[in-house]
Structure formats: structure tokens, C-alpha cells
């Protein structure tokens, strides 16, 4: 059984944590990288380098979303395709385990699977705008 009391809170600490994740990967892209860096890495993946841009600013803005709780689990859901793009296109071909060379694909599925936990448990505690309850 679910406890109603805590369940909101719980929720609140997932949207932060995956959050915060979303914000740092941004950041790594756009700060260490850079955003010529990034699109090279995607070109060289295969993808358009110009989605390297769309991913970074998408990762900011879905981090903030989540962490201050605006539309969360919808953002939640929104981001989902991110981690998926980052399994079939860099980690899914490197194996299972991240200490093989690339990464493996463990950590963007877990991720992707953490938002998808976030949409069914919803906003949670402090969220600043959600959906209306019906």
C-alpha cells in the first residue's frame, strides 16, 4: 500500500534528483564540451549535429521544469525520448555495464525508467504548477 502521507514527498525527491541529473548533463554539454563539441559527438554518432543543441537546451529546460514541479510528470514523459535516443544511438551498442568502453545502456534505461515513475506518481510536494485534479 502507498502512504498517502509521505507518497508526495517521495515524489518530490525523485523530481529534484532527476532534475538535477537533466541540469548537470546540459551543463556537461554546454560548459565542458561545448555546443560545437556536442554536435561533433552527435555527427560522429550518426545524428544531425544541430540536435545537439535542441538536446542541451531541452535538458536545461526540462531540469528546471522538473525541480521547481511545473507540469512535472508531463515533463516527466516529455523526456523520456532523450535517454531512449541516447540508448539506440551511443550505449546501447557498448553492452550492459557502464565500465565498459562508452558506457553501457544500464544508466540512460533506469533513468528513463525513474521518469517514467515521476508521471505515474505525479508532480508531488511543492510543485509550482500542475495539472488540475478532476
Known amino acids: 500500500m502507498i502512504d498517502q502521507k509521505t507518497a508526495p514527498y517521495a515524489a518530490l525527491v525523485l523530481r529534484v534528483s532527476l532534475g538535477t541529473l537533466f541540469i548537470a548533463h546540459s551543463l556537461l554539454k554546454w560548459l565542458v564540451f561545448t555546443l560545437p563539441g556536442a554536435a561533433g559527438f552527435f555527427e560522429s554518432v550518426g545524428l544531425p549535429g544541430w540536435l545537439a543543441y535542441i ?12 525541480i521547481t514541479g511545473i507540469y512535472a510528470r508531463y515533463v516527466a514523459l516529455a523526456l523520456i525520448p532523450i535517454l531512449l535516443g541516447a540508448i539506440f544511438s551511443v550505449h546501447g551498442a557498448n553492452g550492459w555495464l557502464f565500465t565498459n568502453k562508452g558506457g553501457g545502456w544500464e544508466y540512460p534505461a533506469f533513468w528513463a525508467i525513474a521518469l517514467f515513475v515521476q508521471f505515474l506518481l505525479g508532480d508531488g510536494a511543492f510543485a509550482v ?3 488540475k485534479e478532476y
Open 55 to 66: 538536446t542541451t537546451f531541452v535538458e536545461l529546460a526540462g531540469g528546471i521544469a522538473l
Open 129 to 131: 504548477l500542475r495539472r
